[in-house]
C-alpha cells in the first residue's frame, strides 16, 4: 500500500482542491445588501427590483436588490443556466406563466404576449404573417387565430388571408371577445406601389379584424383612426406657435396603452398617438417637446372617443409612461425633477379632475433617477443629489419610494443598506450605486 | 494442448492465416516452421490473443480462451515489451502484483542464471541480455504453456548456449513450449514436433524423432521437401 | 478493481515527472510573473513621486493582487497553455506510447489475466486525475502568488483582494475556472466526453489501422456534430421556438449522455476484441 502514496494523494488533492474553492463561494468580493424600510408599508415594495452595481475597486458586479435581499448575476447554477426556461415570454409574465403550466402544447412556438386572450371558457392566440408565395416581393397578409376551448382541451386553428397586398407590416396589438365575435386590433402600415417600381411607405392605421370565434370567418374589418387623431398626426410642427421650418427631427408614433395583463379580457383599449418634435438649429438650443393625444376604442359598440386633453402643460416633460388596468388609464409624465399623474376612466371617457403634479422633492429628494408605473403604482428611485450635478450618486444618497398613482400618497420608502457588520456599513454603502428601478407587471 | 482449428485471418488484402489447424502438446517442445512473412509471428500473437481472427477456434486445453489463459499460457516475445524506464527489477515487481502464477524465488534464480543485473534500465539492455530478460518473464510464471517468438535471433553465441541450456533444463520439462526460430539446425536437436507452414496452412505436421528414426529425414530435409513442391 | 487500481497507479507513477515539471513550471513562471509586476508598479510609483512630488495614491489606483494579475494575463496563461497542450498530447500518447518505440508494452497489458476493460478505465482516470490534479494545483498556486503580492508590496498601499476575483481577472481561467460550478461541470463533462471520443477514435485506429483512422475520424466528426448542432437547430437561441430552452437542453444533455455511454462501450469493446499489437 506504501507504493501508491503518490496516486492517492494527487487523487486527494485534485478533489479537495476543486471541491474547496467551489464549496466556499466563487462570488469573490460581493457584499449583500438589504432594503430597509423608512417609511410605509414593505409589502408595497414586494413587486420592486432595483438594479445597480457593486463597485469595490476591481471592476463592477452587476446586482439586483429587491425585499428579499440582493442577487448577483456571477454565478448561475447548471439548473438556471440550463434545465429552467430561458425564453423571455414563458418568465417573464405571471399570465404566461400560468398559461404554459396549463396548456404547455399550446403556448409553443407564442412569441407576442399582446396577441393572446384568455377567459375561464376560452384561450385564444391571434398573430398576422406577411410572406411571399411568389418571392417576388408580393407579400400576402393572413391572420392566423387558434382557439383552445377550456372544457375540451381542443384546439381549432384558423388561417383567413386577408386578400390585402399593400402591407408593409402588421402587427397585433389586442385580442379580445365580445360573445362570438373576435376582435384582432392590429397596428398596420401601408404601402403604395410606385410608378417607376418599389413602393413608398404610406401612413400608419389601427384596425379591428373581426373574426367568427367558431367558423373562423372574417366577419368585418373596421379602420379606426378617428378624424381628430389624424388630423395631428399631421405633418406640421408641434403646435401654431412654431415655425415648421425650426423643426430639426419629428417622430410619430402610434401605439396602444400597455395593459396591465394583456389576456386579460377587457372592453376597451386606449389608442395612443404620440409626436415628438425637436426644434432648435443655429444658435437655437435644442428643446424636445412631446405631444400626446389618446383615444378609446369600445370594441363592443366600435366606437372611438378621444379622450379629454390633461390641464397640465405635457410638452414640459420629457417622457411618458401609461397603463390600462381595468378600466382606469393611468398616464405618467415625468422628467428628471417631477412627475406628472393623469387618470382617465375609460368606461365613461372622462378625466379624472385630481390631476396630480408632484416634484421629486415632494416625494423626498431632489432628483428623480428612474420612475416606471405598475398596477395603479409608481415607482421611482430618488436622488438626494441635484439632476445637474454630474455623476452619479451611490446608495447613501437613493431612496426608493413607492406611490400610490391615484392620491400621490407615499406608500413605502426605503433605502439599501449593508448586511455586516456596523463599522463597514458607511464603506459599503459608498460602493454601491443604484441606478435603475423595476415593477413586475403583473 | 494448444489446439488451433480451422484458424483464418485476412491481413492487408492477403490471407495470412488461411485454414490453419496444428496442436501443441504439454511435455513437448513444438517448432513452427515457416519461411519469412508466413505468419509465424501472426499465429503466435493470435494464440495470446493479441491479434484477433477472422475465423476459427483457438482453444487451450479444450477450453475457448479468456483471460483465465494467462496465468497457464506465457509469452517470450521477439523485442522488449516492458517500459524502458522501469529498471528490471520494477519489471519483475509488476509481473508478481498481477499474476498468481508468478514465482518470484524462480524469477529470482533465473535473474542470477543469466547474470542480469536487476537495478539496470530495461532501457539501456543489449539484444541478448534483452533476450534473457524476456525469457524470465516468461519462465518465472509457473505457466504451463511457453510461446516463444525467435527466441535466438539475433543473439550471440554464448547467450545462445545459456538460452538451449534453459531448454533442457526442468524449467521446460513439463509444459509444452511452441516456438518460432530461423535457426532450425542449430535448435533441431531440441524440438520433438515440427509443424511446417505453407499458404496460410499446416502443409505438414510430424514427429521429429519418428521422421529420422523412420525416413531418416533431419528437419531442414522434409522442410526443402516441402518448399520445393 | 485491485487490478484497475494498480493499473492505475502505474500510469501516473510513469507520468509523474512530467507532471511534477508542469506544476514546477507553472509555479516558477507564474510566481514570478507577479513579482516582476508588483515590482514594476511599485517603481512606476516612486518615479512618479519623485517627479512630481505628490504622493502615489493619487495619481494610482490603490494596489490589489487581483490588478496584478490582470496585468499578467500573458505569462500567467503561458504555463496554463502549455500543460493544456501536453495532456491533450498525452491523451493520445497515453495509448501510443505503448505501441510505438522500442518497446511494445501493449504487449505485456493485453496479455494480463485481468479484464481489458481495467487498462482502458486506468488510462482513462489517469488523464483525468492529472487534469484535475493540475487545476488543483493552480487553485493552490493563487494564495501563494498572492502571498508572494502581499510581501513585496507596501503595506499600506494594498487593497485586498479575493481569491475568486483573482482567478477571474485572467482571461484563461473564466473557461477553466469558472465561477459556477454548474459551468465547471458543463464544461468539464463536454471535456470527458471529448476524450471519450477521442479514446474510441485511438482504439478504431489501432483495430483497423488505416481504415481505422477514416472510421476514426469520421466517428469523432460525428459525435461533435450531434453535441454541438442540435441546440443552434431546434432553436436554443431564439426568443421563440418550437420547443421549450429546457427541453431543448435536456434533449441535448440526452444525446450527450448517449455518445458517451456509446463511446465507453465501443473503445471496450475493440479493445476486448478487435485490437491489434
Wanted: hydrophobic share 45%; aromatic share 10%.
Amino acid at each position: 500500500m506504501k507504493r501508491y502514496i503518490l496516486s492517492m494523494a494527487l487523487g486527494v488533492f485534485a478533489v479537495g482542491a476543486i471541491g474547496t474553492y467551489y464549496a466556499s463561494g466563487t462570488e469573490g468580493d460581493a457584499p449583500l445588501y438589504k432594503l430597509v424600510t423608512l417609511e410605509g408599508d414593505v409589502q408595497e415594495a414586494a413587486n420592486m427590483q432595483l438594479g445597480g452595481h457593486y463597485i469595490g475597486g476591481v471592476g463592477s458586479k452587476a446586482l439586483e436588490l429587491t425585499v428579499a435581499g440582493t442577487k448577483y448575476q456571477l454565478a448561475p447554477s447548471f439548473y438556471e443556466k440550463y434545465l429552467q426556461d430561458n425564453r423571455f415570454l414563458t418568465t417573464q409574465y405571471e399570465d404566461m406563466k400560468a398559461l404554459k403550466q396549463d396548456h404547455r402544447n399550446f403556448m409553443r412556438g407564442r412569441s407576442s404576449i399582446d396577441s393572446f386572450y384568455r377567459d375561464s371558457d376560452w384561450v385564444i392566440y391571434a398573430d398576422a404573417v406577411l410572406y411571399d408565395p411568389s418571392s417576388e416581393y408580393d407579400w400576402r397578409s393572413e391572420l392566423r387565430m387558434d382557439v383552445l376551448e377550456e372544457a375540451t382541451g381542443k384546439v381549432a386553428k384558423h388561417r383567413i388571408d386577408l386578400d390585402e397586398s399593400n402591407i408593409e407590416w402588421f402587427r397585433v396589438n389586442d385580442v379580445q371577445r365580445i360573445g362570438d365575435e373576435v376582435h384582432i386590433l392590429a397596428q398596420v402600415r401601408q404601402r403604395a406601389k410606385l410608378p417607376e417600381g418599389g413602393w413608398k411607405s404610406l401612413s400608419e392605421e389601427f384596425r379591428d379584424y373581426v373574426v367568427d370565434l367558431g367558423s373562423g370567418k372574417l366577419l368585418r374589418r373596421d379602420v379606426l383612426m378617428s378624424e381628430q387623431l389624424k388630423a395631428t398626426a399631421g405633418t406640421s410642427g408641434t403646435s401654431e406657435a412654431e415655425p415648421a421650418a425650426n423643426v430639426i427631427r419629428s417622430d410619430l408614433s402610434l401605439s396602444i396603452a400597455p395593459i396591465q395583463r394583456t389576456s386579460q379580457p377587457s372592453e376597451y383599449v386606449v389608442l395612443q398617438m404620440s409626436r415628438s418634435s425637436t426644434t432648435g438649429g443655429e444658435g437655437v438650443k435644442e428643446k424636445t417637446t412631446l405631444v400626446r393625444k389618446y383615444a378609446v376604442y369600445s370594441y363592443r359598440t366600435g366606437k372611438l372617443t378621444p379622450l379629454p386633453e390633461s390641464s397640465t402643460d405635457i410638452s414640459a416633460y420629457s417622457h411618458s409612461q401609461s397603463e390600462l388596468n381595468g378600466d382606469i388609464l393611468t398616464v405618467m409624465y415625468f422628467d428628471n425633477r417631477s412627475l406628472a399623474i393623469a387618470r382617465y376612466n375609460v368606461a365613461t371617457e372622462t378625466l379624472d379632475p385630481g390631476e396630480l403634479t408632484l416634484t421629486a422633492k415632494q416625494a423626498g429628494g431632489q432628483s428623480i433617477k428612474s420612475v416606471t408605473l405598475a398596477q395603479d403604482r409608481v415607482y421611482a428611485l430618488l436622488s438626494s443629489e441635484d439632476s445637474n450635478k454630474a455623476g452619479l450618486a451611490d446608495s447613501r444618497q437613493i431612496t426608493a419610494v413607492v406611490l400610490d398613482a391615484g392620491s400621490g400618497k407615499t406608500l413605502y420608502r426605503g433605502e439599501a443598506a449593508y448586511e455586516g457588520p456596523a463599522d463597514k456599513a458607511e464603506e459599503f454603502r459608498k460602493k454601491l450605486w443604484l441606478t435603475n428601478i423595476y415593477a413586475n407587471r403583473s | 494442448m494448444i489446439e488451433l482449428k480451422e484458424v483464418r485471418k485476412r491481413y492487408r488484402g492477403r490471407n495470412v492465416l488461411n485454414g490453419l489447424s496444428f496442436t501443441a502438446e504439454k511435455g513437448s517442445i513444438t517448432c513452427l516452421i515457416g519461411m519469412n512473412g508466413a505468419g509465424k509471428s501472426t499465429i503466435m500473437k493470435a494464440i495470446m490473443g493479441l491479434v484477433p481472427i477472422k475465423e476459427g477456434q483457438i482453444l487451450i486445453d479444450g477450453k475457448p480462451r479468456g483471460k483465465w489463459m494467462y496465468e497457464k499460457v506465457s509469452f517470450v516475445p521477439d523485442h522488449l515489451t516492458m517500459p524502458l524506464g522501469m529498471k528490471m527489477s520494477e519489471g519483475l515487481t509488476f509481473m508478481a502484483d498481477f499474476y498468481e502464477s508468478w514465482n518470484a524465488e524462480r524469477a529470482a534464480e533465473l535473474m542470477r542464471f543469466f547474470r542480469l543485473e536487476p537495478k539496470e534500465k530495461i532501457g539501456n539492455l543489449s539484444k541478448g541480455t534483452a533476450a534473457k530478460y524476456n525469457l524470465v518473464l516468461g519462465l518465472a510464471l509457473n505457466s504451463e504453456y511457453v510461446l516463444m517468438d525467435e527466441p535466438f535471433s539475433g543473439i550471440d553465441l554464448f547467450s545462445r548456449e545459456m538460452i538451449a541450456d534453459v531448454f533442457s533444463s526442468e524449467l521446460i520439462e513439463e509444459r509444452g513450449v511452441l516456438l518460432t526460430t530461423h535457426e532450425i539446425d542449430e535448435v533441431e536437436y531440441l524440438i520433438d514436433k515440427a509443424v511446417i507452414l505453407q499458404d496460410g496452412k499446416a502443409g505438414l505436421e510430424f514427429d521429429c524423432e519418428t521422421m529420422r528414426s523412420e525416413q531418416g529425414k533431419s528437419i531442414v530435409d522434409v522442410m526443402r521437401e516441402v518448399y520445393s513442391r | 478493481m485491485r487490478n484497475y487500481l494498480k493499473l492505475l497507479h502505474m500510469e501516473i507513477h510513469r507520468f509523474r515527472s512530467i507532471l511534477f515539471v508542469l506544476m514546477g513550471l507553472t509555479a516558477l513562471v507564474q510566481i514570478c510573473a507577479i513579482a516582476f509586476s508588483t515590482i514594476g508598479e511599485i517603481n512606476e510609483r516612486n518615479a512618479y513621486f519623485q517627479q512630481t512630488g505628490k504622493p502615489a495614491e493619487t495619481f494610482f489606483a490603490a494596489m490589489s493582487f487581483t490588478r496584478m494579475v490582470q496585468n499578467t494575463q500573458f505569462w500567467f496563461a503561458v504555463p496554463v497553455g502549455l500543460s493544456i497542450a501536453v495532456l491533450v498530447i498525452y491523451a493520445f500518447l497515453i495509448w501510443y506510447r505503448d505501441w510505438f518505440g522500442r518497446s511494445t508494452f501493449a504487449f505485456r497489458l493485453l496479455a494480463l489475466p485481468s479484464e481489458r476493460r481495467n487498462v482502458y478505465f486506468a488510462k482513462l482516470t489517469a488523464i483525468l486525475t492529472f487534469i484535475f490534479a493540475m487545476l488543483g494545483f493552480q487553485l493552490l498556486l493563487m494564495p501563494i502568488c498572492r502571498a508572494v503580492f502581499t510581501m513585496i508590496a507596501p503595506a499600506d498601499q494594498i487593497q485586498p483582494s479575493f481569491i475568486a476575483d483573482a482567478i477571474f481577472a485572467n482571461q484563461a481561467f473564466k473557461i477553466l475556472l469558472p465561477r459556477s460550478f454548474g459551468e465547471f461541470f458543463a464544461n468539464y463533462g463536454l471535456g470527458i466526453i471529448a476524450l471519450l471520443i477521442l479514446f474510441a477514435s485511438i482504439l478504431l485506429e489501432r483495430s483497423y489501422r488505416w481504415l481505422g483512422i477514416a472510421l476514426g475520424l469520421a466517428y469523432a466528426g460525428l459525435c461533435a456534430a450531434l453535441m454541438f448542432f442540435p441546440p443552434l437547430a431546434l432553436g436554443a437561441e431564439y426568443s421563440v421556438g418550437y420547443l421549450y430552452t429546457e427541453e431543448i437542453y435536456a434533449i441535448q444533455i440526452a444525446i450527450d449522455l448517449l455518445i458517451a455511454i456509446v463511446s465507453v462501450w465501443l473503445g471496450l469493446y475493440l479493445l476486448k476484441k478487435k485490437v491489434s499489437v
